[in-house]
């Protein structure tokens, strides 16, 4: 993660939406002039991947500012939840939405996102919490035409919404039995998440998704950890998840339960900061213990409204000590792994798709650096543009 693969003096060739060389400037250019094509002046900038944003909430219909309200006045999540605010509130949005609304509202995210160079993104099922509004959700998610490709991932499991609040059980019973199946059937996600924590379901329900959704061949995500360690990391671990996600409260045996699988970390620092807390996952010791570290935005709109990747990025080095090449490799390659799409994203090399971004930067640590600032100039996908500074 310590080494990025840094080349100066060097271009690209694109052919077809894909690159067909990396080398020196010199030789490029007299390619390209040769083959009459287009030249895209990246002088004084530092190209990059296309960022992949692998953990996200991003299809909500509208933001929570009474919640947002609550909290400044000392509100804690739990306590905001049983007033009626938080996921459920979100969920009772959705549930009066109608499809094209559901849409708009993913292309509305996903044009701030890549505005600030993701052009890859997960994005969660979640705030149905019942089979038809689920899939509506999922739909809506595989239409959206944004900047960025969309990975739909089904979290059925997001919360106990209130008609089941007497049977949590029951609920986890029929996701796994209707739910999951359905979205099987229809090809609609291609990875199965659970919230896991004290104040949403238990590692022994979450063991109960985790069968059903191996059974019918999704890839296993989990949010683990967020605030209290019961057991989810192991869960993960055991289960072979592809990622097992926050990770704010695990113990130092999870580190080394990570470190020795193939499950990806994936740290959201942003919902730190949000909500106001001081404890960050433990980075450093996942890195130093060998584990694969990803970052991600969370985008949502309780614990994590925001788009951009180096604000994420600027965090995991401030307040988690991971170096700058670290927190880089850790929003392209290791979150393209943390979405199995390693082959086609989140680094630059010949023969892969011409997704990246140019930031009007001259060295790439100044992405994290400039906290909060977008310095994002140009991005491309497929070859072909899809941001710039100022509109297109
Ligand atoms: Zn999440």
Redesign the pocket.
């Known amino acids: 993660m310590s080494r990025p693969g840094v080349l100066t003096g060097s271009a690209m060739l694109v052919e077809n939406g894909r690159i067909t060389q990396v080398g020196s400037a010199s030789r490029i250019e007299n390619l390209t002039q040769a083959k009459k094509a287009k030249e895209v002046d990246a002088s004084g900038c530092v190209v990059v991947p296309g960022l992949v944003d692998c953990?996200t909430?991003l299809l909500f219909p509208a933001p929570r500012l009474s919640d947002y309200e609550k909290r400044i006045g000392g509100a804690t999540y739990e306590e905001i939840a049983a007033s009626g605010g938080g996921i459920l509130s979100t969920v009772k949005a959705v549930r009066s939405s109608t499809a094209a609304g559901l849409e708009a509202a993913a292309a509305r995210s996903l044009g701030l996102m890549a505005s600030h160079g993701t052009l890859l993104a997960e994005a969660?099922s979640g705030y149905g919490l019942e089979t038809g509004l689920e899939l509506r959700l999922l739909r809506a998610l595989h239409r959206v035409n944004g900047p960025a490709e969309v990975v739909p991932t089904c979290l059925g499991a997001h919360a106990i919404p209130p008609e089941w609040k007497q049977n949590p059980d029951g609920y986890v019973a029929h996701v796994c039995g209707e739910l999951l199946p359905e979205v099987a059937r229809h090809k609609l996600a291609e990875f199965a998440d659970i919230y896991c924590d004290d104040t949403a379901f238990s590692v022994e329900q979450a063991a109960r998704y985790f069968e059903a959704a191996a059974k019918l061949g999704f890839g296993l995500k989990i949010?683990a950890s967020q605030f209290s360690s019961i057991g989810a990391v192991e869960l993960a671990v055991k289960w072979g998840a592809l990622s097992a996600?926050h990770l704010e409260a695990i113990e130092p045996s999870d580190v080394e339960l990570l470190a020795r699988s193939e499950t990806i970390a994936v740290l959201?620092p942003v919902s730190v900061l949000h909500l106001g807390l001081s404890r960050y996952a433990p980075a450093r010791s996942l890195i130093d213990a060998g584990s694969a570290v990803a970052l991600a935005t969370?985008f949502?709109p309780g614990s994590s409204p925001t788009p951009s990747l180096p604000l994420v990025m600027s965090l995991a080095c401030a307040q988690m000590r991971m170096s700058p090449a670290e927190a880089l490799t850790a929003v392209t390659i290791n979150a393209a792994a943390a979405l199995r799409r390693v082959e086609s994203a989140g680094m630059l090399a010949s023969g892969r798709p011409a997704d990246f971004a140019l930031f009007n930067v001259q060295d790439y640590r100044e992405i994290p650096y400039y906290l909060g600032a977008n310095l994002l100039k140009l991005s491309y996908r497929a070859g072909k543009p899809v941001y710039r500074q100022g509109g297109i």
């Open positions: 953990h909430h969660k949010h996600d959201l969370d949502n």
